[in-house]
């Protein structure tokens, strides 16, 4: 496609390091749907707001596709909430490549900072705007546990102004197509489901044995969890769970995110005390963020990975530990409900629930067999969304927006 993109990632940069605390699926996303891009043709500029001033401002990483850091605000990691407040720099960042590089076809915008950005564009450009939210803040509002975990009506108020006047929206699943209807007023015509993708090249079966000796394990049993190490995302309830498997050869909880040994976040701190207390001792290592070509052997050595979140816009995490062949437990939440088929690729459990997840765990460990076929049949639906199947998808969205604004474009000129 003879395309040119402007691809937004305001708050976070897909070259960023994953497991961090403002890094997860979305990096992943929108590194991996601008390789694909790349790949077919497709001029792809990712802009994102610069955290580090010493780092390149365009870094070229895939054929046809760059990494443009622009200065809004200071040049430091930041709150999302005060990141809003330098979004007209961001915008005027972006503008000012575009004066200096050539115009795009369209601006797709990645989560909630981003669309108000692409929306300021628009109004510039006159290019459509495709918007990914990847989260939305009513519903983790829902689930919060304290004040503090709560999303500020500012980003509410702006998710419902970018709903109401994208021109495209993309859903993950139909769930949160649903969500976007019920909680916001969307019009689901206006609404592509798009599931995300996985590099099944990267992320493939492995030999369990050599994986485990590859990350000096020992025999006993690997449980997984990779992510984020934030309250949403449900560590609490994974640890109370290990503390009811824990035996003298009970199994081993991997924790893949976070701070290696630097436990600075709050979060990570607590998770921490509450291990010591639950006296879990070695059978828990927080083992910080990885590089995303060492994540498959994690997966290929554990007997389960487990997604415990108390809200999933859709999981990515699933979706790679089933490319590996490792089977997944999962909270029944959100897009996990149909990442996951449960009882077929994997197992869903109520989220919050120690006890039912403890039980599930156990289960599963018991079942070699089980736990194969399981395994065997994640492969397959991992096949099923491989990231050249998630492009073609964004493309045909691409081809309808340009078509529409060609065709506005002649009219107002025909006027």
């Not at 970018?162 to 021109?167: M, P, R």
């Not at 990267?202 to 000096?216: G, I, M």
């Not at 976040?265 to 290592?285: I, Q, S, T």
């Given at each position: 496609m003879n395309l040119r993109v402007a691809m937004l990632s305001v708050h976070t940069c897909p070259l960023a390091a994953l497991g961090g605390k403002e890094t997860g699926g979305m990096n992943v996303y929108v590194r991996e749907l601008s390789r694909e891009l790349g790949r077919?043709?497709?001029?792809?500029?990712?802009?994102?707001?610069s955290q580090n001033p010493s780092i390149p401002r365009v870094v070229p990483f895939a054929p046809h596709v760059r990494v443009i850091h622009l200065a809004a605000g200071p040049e430091a990691p930041m709150a999302r909430e005060r990141i809003a407040e330098h979004l007209d720099e961001f915008v005027e960042g972006v503008d000012a490549w575009r004066v200096a590089r050539g115009d795009y076809d369209l601006v797709h915008a990645h989560y909630w900072l981003s669309g108000a950005a692409a929306l300021a564009l628009r109004d510039r450009w006159g290019t459509p705007v495709l918007q990914m939210f990847h989260t939305l803040g009513r519903l983790k509002n829902r689930v919060a546990h304290v004040p503090a975990e709560r999303e500020p009506r500012a980003r509410i108020a702006e998710e419902e102004r970018?709903?109401?006047?994208?021109?495209r929206i993309v859903a993950a699943n139909a769930v949160e197509r649903s969500h976007l209807g019920r909680d916001y007023g969307a019009d689901p015509r206006r609404i592509a489901v798009i599931p995300c993708g996985?590099?099944?090249?990267?992320?493939?079966?492995?030999?369990?044995?050599?994986?485990?000796?590859?990350?000096?394990?020992?025999?006993?049993?690997v449980l997984l969890y990779v992510g984020r190490i934030a309250p949403i995302k449900g560590l609490d309830t994974l640890l109370d769970a290990v503390a009811r498997l824990r035996a003298a050869d009970g199994p081993r909880l991997l924790v893949v995110g976070g701070e290696a040994d630097e436990p600075t976040?709050?979060?990570?701190?607590?998770?921490?005390?509450?291990?010591?207390?639950?006296?879990?001792?070695?059978?828990?290592?927080f083992l910080g963020a990885q590089p995303q070509d060492v994540l498959p052997l994690y997966y290929a050595a554990a007997d389960v990975t487990i997604l415990p979140s108390y809200y999933e816009s859709f999981g990515m995490v699933a979706l790679e530990a089933m490319a590996c062949a490792s089977p997944v437990i999962a909270s029944r939440v959100g897009g996990l409900t149909t990442t996951v088929q449960d009882g077929v690729t994997g197992f869903l459990?109520?989220?919050?629930?120690?006890?039912?997840?403890?039980e599930r765990i156990a289960a599963l460990l018991a079942d070699p067999d089980l736990a194969w076929?399981?395994?065997?049949e994640g492969v397959r639906w991992a096949a099923r969304h491989r990231w050249p199947c998630v492009a073609e998808a964004v493309c045909r969205e691409y081809a309808t927006l340009e078509a529409r604004a060609g065709a506005h474009l002649a009219a107002a000129r025909c006027r």
């Open positions: 077919m043709g497709v001029e792809v500029d990712v802009f994102t707001r970018i709903i109401a006047t994208a021109d996985v590099d099944t090249e990267l992320f493939a079966p492995r030999e369990r044995v050599a994986s485990r000796r590859a990350l000096d394990l020992d025999g006993r049993s976040d709050g979060h990570e701190a607590a998770l921490r005390a509450r291990a010591d207390r639950l006296g879990l001792g070695d059978a828990v290592r459990v109520p989220e919050g629930d120690g006890r039912a997840l403890a076929r399981v395994g065997r």
